[in-house]
């Protein structure tokens, strides 16, 4: 069986618990807009006067008020196809002719569709980041036929969560509910776009909470047996006080289509993620620096526990909070700061919760005794990877980037220990027709020095359209000027 991601990506892996992780912290900050001081989202229930004839479901109302703030997500991104050869023959002379001309791989584009929910009326919509993931164009389109381009504010693929903006105001919401309340059984109602349908409702029950489907480090998705099928990937899932509780993410199926077994993103893991992306572009996380595993009832013996519960420390990195704390292999975290930790995958959650910096007990048995040990959680140095953005007024360079830190110049064997790495270049873009090419670090934009994507991005959005940008280039240990045209 194999389960599929609800916007044609297959999910890898069965259900599996969460091995080995890199332990997060997520620094909630709610209620943050970059352009104004209102609240990001509402947690207000949508009211409406009912009809003359009152309906025969609360489904009808909901589904009435609720689909016009659903929209379509349309997006273009280009991928490299099959290699080019003459077609004499892999050993004809004319070959090297096409790859001069043509290059080793064809390049094609890829249009794909996907769902999407407005949380803020001056155009802030959530999604699912493998909808958007590449995407050189992503067109918003909301029921009444409005249609705007969109811009990526944030992705977090570890969460799968992505925030775009539309240049729109007044626009209707979906109000943001509390997914940590959601009850087995519960009636819940999907709307999305599947297969391209567009304003598709289905509905539900909730069949399970707290998954794990091996999808990342932060899995407790919402199982549900509302229909969910490729297309409503970034849809939300409803509650019968028409708020949003989850984001439909995934399927488990055999044939791509539903059977009934659908997950969603809970809205408590969505919504600080979602105030660091309105506010940065981007997730600070934190750091503990343990590789974990699942307490079987064999090792809760072996390890003279009174059940299987906590998370079994395998493994310490050298240098880490984990190791500074005073954690060694063996240990099994049983509480996390007050929290009991009844499951090794809730780890990771607890402490994406936790501000860096902050100062935690642990309680660990340890030979059979417990003790109480007291770490810092410290911030993951991540690099972060992104594409040039392609907004209005501001050139679309088709670069693959990824931000250089000093571990990476390292395993490259670069000089450089900051900027931005270039990973790829976009045959006939900009970039590529100025002599940009993979392995090139970018350090400075228009004079300005750029030590990450985000850097980077913050540049080209203060650039003045019409004009050229300027990119100072490190290439083999030498400085090179670029000028990109408009």
């Known amino acids: ?3 599929r991601r609800s916007g044609w ?3 890898t892996g069965a259900l599996a618990t969460v091995a080995a992780v890199a332990l997060v912290a997520v620094v909630p900050r709610f209620g943050f807009t970059a352009s104004t001081s209102a609240p990001l989202w509402t947690e207000r229930p949508l009211t409406s006067t009912p009809p003359v004839t009152a309906p025969s479901s609360p489904w009808v109302a909901l589904a009435r008020d609720l689909k016009p703030a659903v929209v379509n997500i349309s997006t273009k991104r280009v991928e490299s196809g099959a290699r080019v050869e003459s077609p004499f023959g892999s050993d004809e002379p004319f070959n090297e002719f096409f790859r001069q001309f043509f290059g080793n791989q064809a390049r094609r584009t890829v249009r794909s569709l996907g769902s999407g929910f407005i949380v803020n009326p001056d155009g802030y919509i959530v999604t699912n980041n493998h909808v958007v993931d590449g995407a050189t164009e992503i067109k918003v389109r909301l029921s009444d036929g409005r ?14 969560l992505a925030l775009l903006k539309v240049d729109a105001r007044g626009l209707p919401v979906v109000p943001l509910g509390d997914s940590a309340q959601l009850q087995v059984g519960e009636p819940v109602m999907a709307i999305g776009n599947p297969f391209g349908l567009e304003q598709t409702v289905t509905t539900g029950i909730v069949s399970a909470t707290g998954r794990v489907i091996g999808e990342g480090p932060y899995d407790s998705f919402i199982q549900t047996d509302a229909s969910i099928n490729p297309g409503n990937s970034g849809g939300p899932l409803i509650n019968t006080r028409g708020q949003a509780i989850g984001i439909n993410s995934a399927i488990f199926t055999r044939s791509g289509g539903s059977v009934g077994i659908g997950f969603a993103i809970p809205i408590a893991l969505a919504k600080p993620v979602l105030t660091q992306l309105a506010s940065t572009g981007h997730v600070t996380r934190g750091w503990l620096g343990v590789t974990i595993q699942l307490v079987t009832p064999d090792l809760a013996r072996s390890f003279h526990l009174p059940a299987p519960r906590g998370a079994l420390v395998s493994a310490v990195v050298e ?18 700061n007050g929290r009991e930790v009844a499951r090794s995958d809730e780890l990771p959650r607890v402490v994406a919760e936790t501000p860096v910096g902050s100062e935690v007990p642990l309680t660990v048995m340890r030979e059979g005794k417990t003790i109480t040990l007291r770490v810092t959680i410290a911030r993951l140095a991540e690099a972060e990877e992104g594409v040039t953005p392609a907004e209005a007024g501001t050139p679309a360079l088709g670069l693959q980037l990824r931000t250089l830190t000093p571990r990476l110049a390292q395993e490259l064997g670069l000089h450089d220990t900051h900027g931005v790495l270039v990973r790829g270049v976009e045959d006939g873009s900009p970039a590529a027709s100025a002599g940009i090419q993979p392995g090139d670090v970018i350090a400075e934009i228009d004079h300005r020095p750029v030590k990450s994507v985000e850097d980077l991005q913050r540049a080209m959005g203060r650039h003045a359209a019409g004009t050229p940008t300027l990119i100072l280039v490190h290439r083999h240990d030498g400085n090179l000027y670029v000028a990109i045209g408009s």
């Open 1 to 3: 069986m194999r389960s």
């Open 9 to 11: 990506r297959w999910v």
């Open 147 to 160: 249609e705007w381009p969109a811009k990526v504010l944030g992705r977090d693929p570890k969460t799968d």
């Open 319 to 336: 240098g880490s909070p984990a190791q500074k704390a005073g954690l060694t292999p063996g240990d099994v975290i049983l509480d996390y």
